[in-house]
């Protein structure tokens, strides 16, 4: 079983910053593919950023490069999704999600390929991001 715990969500006006965090002992490990999902208000959830622990290889969609950016922090077993310029369409439940993953190119092809995040076996709880105009 793999725990994963978020944090950092709440609410912002449009333009501000928030940073997620998702912890997991299991990110010291060199083969989980960790994804970063959100579901808005009537709308289907999207992937909106991946990263590979075995050599920091990192995803992100195209409605957020540029503004959202994921890290990792080795020593706390951390994976951080730093989030600027918010804007209202940002506005959604965000989930952790993690995967075991051969390579960083399966990793991303499955973060591409299951936009909703069903090739996801390990889920956090969601953290609620609210960006305001």
């Known amino acids: 079983q793999v725990q994963l715990v978020e944090s950092g969500g709440g609410s912002v006006q449009a333009g501000g910053s928030l940073r997620l965090s998702c912890a997991s002992s299991r990110f010291r490990l060199t083969n989980i593919c960790t994804g970063w999902f959100r579901q808005g208000p009537g709308k289907e959830r999207e992937g909106v950023a991946g990263?590979?622990?075995?050599?920091?290889?990192?995803y992100s969609t195209d409605s957020v490069k540029g503004r959202f950016t994921i890290s990792r922090d080795n020593a706390k077993n951390t994976v951080y999704l730093q989030m600027n310029s918010l804007i209202p369409e940002d506005t959604a439940m965000y989930y952790c999600a993690a995967k075991v993953s051969s390579n960083g190119g399966s990793c991303i092809n499955d973060l591409k390929a299951s936009a909703d995040g069903g090739r996801f076996v390990y889920w956090g709880q969601g953290t609620q991001v609210t960006v305001s105009s």
């Open positions: 990263l590979f622990t075995g050599g920091g290889i990192t």
